[in-house]
Every structure is written in structure tokens, then in C-alpha cells.
């Protein structure tokens, strides 16, 4: 199933994206420690060929969790926003990972939130703090859209959207899909601008009837069903990709980069294919990074702006799905 295009006014916030940063825990855990758990059958050329992952990233101290992990990109995208920690009026935090008490969000606190702790921690004390929960890995294109859309209302200056995720504790080991994810952090500074230059429109749908899709069992380890998000989400995040450039008069010719989910390898070159997309404006990390959930979107540009490969003024498409079904896509320009 997916959402038809609707008609109604293209969304317009006073937001630019003027900062970026990525952080990635420990040294790569490449597809060897899957091989190395006999009983899941699987090797390095399988784990490839079915998801595209070589590597992946999880913490190697108990200590570093969400939280941690969010203080360290925070650091890095307010050094490239060239703001300071005083300077935030707003923080939205956003994991798909974290549960209370099997896998709390920080080393010091056993709620599922990252924005409170993350305050505290990265000394973004003039902020007022909430978390966007519920859409797992659409959080990044949800948050942005809330931060902009309150920028605008309030008249704030600069808002902060972190996403992490750390999902070692909450894996099934005996089931193959746990090689596909990995943990990390990204952030993102949204500062005051002129309305349509920098955050130019968003697009999201829902579609709850696909709920059971993603869920936790009685061990509080992540379910997911494979295969229905593989015959729906590639068509999902097609359709919402037409949708916001018709909606604002641009072709695939027109973007510079195209960011999507990375969910899967194999769901990336569906979509990249029914898009036609050429391979040159496609940036992914899935397969050095594994699906980092929230974190993929804007860890892969924060990637590719610390190697200058997107540069200010970039026109980018970006579009992602998570639990529900709640999916969509954004068109903005870095910096």
C-alpha cells in the first residue's frame, strides 16, 4: 500500500540546516562475529548479498549508550554550525532503541529519553528538551519538520535534532537480521532563516494497520518481519519521493543528493531503480554502518559533508520509513 499525493500547500519553514556531526562507537564489527555464531548459518558473502552490511559499529563499554553517543555528535554539529551549547533553544530527541531499564538510554538514567539527559550532558541548558518516539527510523525527517515548524511559531533561533541508537541489547542473536544493525548518533542544528531556502518541504504518511510489523517480545529483544517491510517499503518510499518534488515543481535532475533509508541495500537499489536516480547522487553507509535506524539519514550526509563531498548550498532529497508504517520525504539544502 501507498499513500496517493495529496493536494494541499507545499510546507514552508524558516529553517536551515547550518550544522552536522556523526559519531560512530568502537572499531567495526565486520560480518567474522556472525560467521563465528554457527547456529545462524550465515557468512560474510550471505550477510552481503541479503543485506548489504559488512560492518557495523556497537559500543564496547556498558557506559556509552544513547546519550553518550548524542553528546558526541551534538559536539560535532555545533562546532560545524558554529553556534555554542547556550546558543540552542531546542532540543528533539529521537532513538528507536532504547527500553526502559533492559536498555536505558544513558549510563545514569533508565527512561527510554535521550533529550533530558542529553541537556545536561552537553550543557544545553537554555533549551527546553522532548523526545519524538513511536516512528524508529523516520525520526530523523519527523523531528526536523517539528523543529522547523516550531522555530517558525515561536521565533527561535537555532534547534537541535539528535538521534541515537544503540541496539546490541535489544537483538535476537538467533535470528539471521540481527548482522543488519548497528548502533551510532547524528545531529543536526536547524537555525533561524528565510522560509523556503533551507528546510523546503516534507511529506509524511501513516499507515497503522502495519503496526505488528516491528515489536518486542517477551524477552524485550526487537521482532521484525522482514518480509512485509521488503514488499511495501520500497514502493512507500518511491511514492513519497515523487510526491514532495511534484509537489514543488522539481525532477530527480533538479537534487544533488539523494539520501535514503538505509534500511537495506537491497531496498536502497529498488527505490534508487524505480526512481532512476542516477548512481552518482546517491549517497549511502549501510554498508560500513549497518541500518542505524534514525541515525542513517543524517549520519550518511554528516559523512559526506566532513569528506566535502555535499557542500553548502546542496540540494538534497531524503526519504525513510519506520514503525507503523510511518514514512515520508523531505527536500532541504545543507546550509
Given at each position: 500500500?501507498?499513500?496517493e499525493p ?6 514552508r ?5 547550518s ?9 567495526p ?5 556472525f ?7 550465515v ?10 552490511v559488512?560492518?557495523?559499529h ?11 553517543m548524542g553528546?558526541k555528535?551534538?559536539?560535532?554539529a ?22 526502559p ?6 549510563a545514569t538514567?533508565?527512561?527510554m ?6 541537556q ?9 528538551c ?5 516512528v524508529?527510523?523516520?525520526?530523523f525527517l ?8 516550531l ?11 539528535v538521534?541515537a541508537?544503540?541496539?546490541?541489547p535489544?537483538?535476537?542473536f ?7 544493525f548497528?548502533?551510532?548518533?547524528a545531529?543536526?542544528?536547524?537555525s ?28 524485550d ?25 511534484d ?6 535532475d ?5 539520501i ?14 524505480d ?12 554498508d560500513r ?6 541515525v ?9 559533508v ?30
Amino acid at each position: 500500500m501507498t499513500a496517493e499525493p495529496q493536494n494541499r500547500r507545499t510546507c514552508r519553514v524558516p529553517a536551515r540546516l547550518s550544522g552536522i556531526g556523526h559519531y560512530f562507537p568502537g572499531e567495526p564489527i565486520t560480518n567474522e562475529y556472525f560467521e563465528k555464531l554457527t547456529h545462524l548459518g550465515v557468512d560474510d558473502a550471505w550477510i552481503r548479498r541479503n543485506t548489504g552490511v559488512g560492518s557495523r559499529h556497537w559500543p564496547s563499554d556498558e557506559s556509552e549508550r544513547a546519550v553518550e553517543m548524542g553528546a558526541k555528535a551534538v559536539e560535532k554539529a555545533l562546532e560545524d554550525a558554529g553556534v555554542g551549547p547556550l546558543d540552542i533553544d531546542l532540543v528533539i530527541g529521537t532513538t528507536a532503541t532504547t527500553r526502559p531499564r533492559t536498555n536505558p538510554s544513558s549510563a545514569t538514567n533508565r527512561y527510554m529519553d535521550i533529550s533530558l539527559p542529553l541537556q545536561r550532558q552537553a550543557g544545553l541548558r537554555k533549551a527546553f528538551c522532548f523526545d519524538i518516539t513511536a516512528v524508529a527510523c523516520a525520526g530523523f525527517l519527523y523531528g526536523s519538520l517539528v523543529a522547523g515548524s516550531l522555530m517558525g511559531s515561536l521565533g527561535l533561533r537555532n534547534a537541535l535534532v539528535v538521534c541515537a541508537e544503540n541496539p546490541k541489547p535489544i537483538l535476537n542473536f538467533d535470528y539471521r537480521y540481527s548482522a543488519l544493525f548497528g548502533a551510532g548518533s547524528a545531529a543536526a542544528v536547524w537555525s533561524a532563516g528565510e522560509a523556503g531556502t533551507g528546510l523546503l518541504d516534507t511529506v509524511l504518511h501513516s499507515d497503522g494497520n502495519y503496526f505488528d510489523v516491528f515489536d518486542i517480545d517477551d524477552d524485550d529483544t526487537m521482532m521484525m518481519k522482514g518480509r512485509q517491510v521488503g514488499e511495501l517499503g520500497p514502493g512507500m518510499l518511491a511514492s513519497s519521493s515523487r510526491e514532495v518534488l511534484d509537489r514543488n515543481g522539481l525532477s530527480i535532475d533538479d537534487i544533488d543528493w539523494f539520501i535514503p533509508h538505509q534500511g537495506n541495500l537491497n531496498m536502497v537499489r529498488q527505490v534508487v531503480e524505480d526512481l532512476k536516480v542516477p548512481e552518482e547522487k546517491v549517497l549511502i553507509n549501510i554498508d560500513r554502518r549497518g541500518n542505524t535506524s534514525s541515525v542513517s539519514i543524517p549520519s550518511c550526509l554528516s559523512e559526506n559533508v566532513a569528506d566535502k563531498r555535499v557542500r553548502p548550498g546542496d540540494l538534497i532529497l531524503a526519504c525513510s520509513i519506520g514503525r507503523g508504517f510511518s514514512w515520508g520525504a523531505s527536500l532541504f539544502r545543507y546550509q
